[in-house]
């Protein structure tokens, strides 16, 4: 029997108006999760524990059957891992994005978040923009690291952990409220703002009709983590396909193996088809038991509030990732159970993540089931199936 897990990161929505007060799972056309479902278990599961923030840090580590309360160190630390960063047990590692502020002139603090992901900034142009950066403001106890498209991180040594704000939170809100009351922080956002606004790659990018990754904004601070290793907690030996470097991360610290995808780039055109074949090669040719997809677009176009976009990622994800192994596996003669879930809701009038729960799919080859459902939020609750402790779903998954 072979195991996977397919994430589509924010999936989950609310009902909106303009798409017949369905949500955009509901409303997008999904023939291969409609087929699904109708042979598979669906119901709802809690990837959030109580009280703690509904970041794809805690809500995947829970996926993976971390419990999030002991497990959870911060969010840097565990990209941290991907990026390869030998951080020490006095290191504070935290997320560096490079934003896009508004640009008039005034005061730092007066400006506004206008994008959190600069038109989805590619690795290569922030690695310019970053050098940039490194070049006037590293200090011997503060470094940047290059990471994937714009997110990066920045280690600070002998640091401490401090209260600071995801920037898709924040959006379309005037900054000075949110900056760090660490003073070293705060000026090198400012700075970096300075070094940023009027650089040649981001005055081209704004000729283009992309916006500019004109700022540094810190969050995510955190400790090095210590998770306990998958293979021994589970006994099956698994494999991460991400573009994005917080699951990587994840499953470095879990001793999982990483997949590298040319095309990659946890975007709308991500190369979906390269990620699946990734999982189904590791899981017939090679010696993985199990296979953790995941795909960020559905959250990437929940932060834009681009509700055709996040409907066209949720199509994507149908057609591209779960019928392509859903076909590919059943015709190699594979057993398997696959379970399709999103890490937390990102809804499109929101823009950032809830702690609702989710929706699930369980199907499984040798055990079809015969019922009418549909996946979605609503039809899910329905079913009055429900996992109260989403760290426990993994061993739901691996329960046959």
């Avoid at 990620?275 to 993985?288: F, H, M, R, Y």
Wanted: charged residues 25%.
């Amino acid at each position: 029997m072979k195991y996977i897990v397919v994430l589509g990161d924010g999936m989950a929505d609310l009902p909106i108006e303009e798409i017949e007060g369905k949500t955009p799972l509901e409303y997008a056309k999904t023939p291969i999760m409609d087929l699904l479902s109708k042979q598979s278990e669906i119901g709802l599961v809690e990837t959030i524990p109580e009280g703690m923030s509904p970041g794809s840090d805690t809500a995947n580590l829970s996926v993976l059957g971390y419990d999030p309360r002991k497990y959870y160190s911060g969010r840097s630390p565990l990209e941290a891992l991907s990026i390869g960063i030998p951080m020490k047990e006095t290191d504070i590692a935290i997320r560096c994005n490079l934003v896009t502020i508004s640009d008039e002139d005034g005061l730092f603090e007066e400006k506004t978040i206008l994008d959190h992901s600069s038109s989805e900034i590619s690795t290569e142009d922030c690695k310019i923009l970053l050098d940039a950066v490194r070049e006037e403001l590293e200090l011997s106890s503060h470094h940047f690291y290059l990471g994937t498209s714009y997110r990066h991180c920045l280690i600070w040594e002998g640091g401490e952990v401090v209260a600071l704000t995801p920037p898709h939170d924040i959006l379309e809100r005037k900054i000075g409220a949110y900056l760090p009351e660490n003073l070293i922080l705060r000026e090198m956002m400012r700075k970096s703002h300075e070094i940023l606004r009027n650089h040649p790659l981001n005055l081209e990018r704004k000729k283009q009709g992309l916006n500019p990754a004109n700022c540094c904004w810190f969050w995510g601070a955190g400790t090095k983590p210590m998770l306990t290793s998958f293979e021994e907690k589970t006994g099956k030996k698994g494999i991460m396909i991400s573009a994005v470097d917080l699951l990587k991360g994840i499953a470095v610290g879990a001793g999982m193996m990483v997949a590298s995808v040319e095309g990659a780039n946890g975007g709308l055109h991500t190369n979906y088809e390269g990620k699946t074949d990734a999982a189904i090669e590791a899981l017939t040719v090679g010696n993985c038991d199990f296979a953790y997809i995941h795909v960020e677009a559905p959250d990437e176009m929940g932060h834009q509030g681009s509700l055709e976009r996040k409907i066209q990622a949720i199509e994507y994800l149908d057609e591209k990732v779960i019928g392509r192994i859903y076909k590919k596996l059943k015709d190699a003669g594979v057993d398997f159970r696959l379970l399709i879930m999103p890490d937390h809701p990102t809804p499109i009038f929101i823009r950032t993540h809830t702690s609702d729960p989710v929706p699930y799919l369980l199907y499984d080859s040798t055990a079809l089931q015969k019922n009418s459902w549909n996946y979605n939020e609503e039809e899910a609750r329905r079913s009055h199936n429900r996992h109260d402790k989403g760290y426990e779903m993994i061993d739901y998954l691996f329960s046959k």
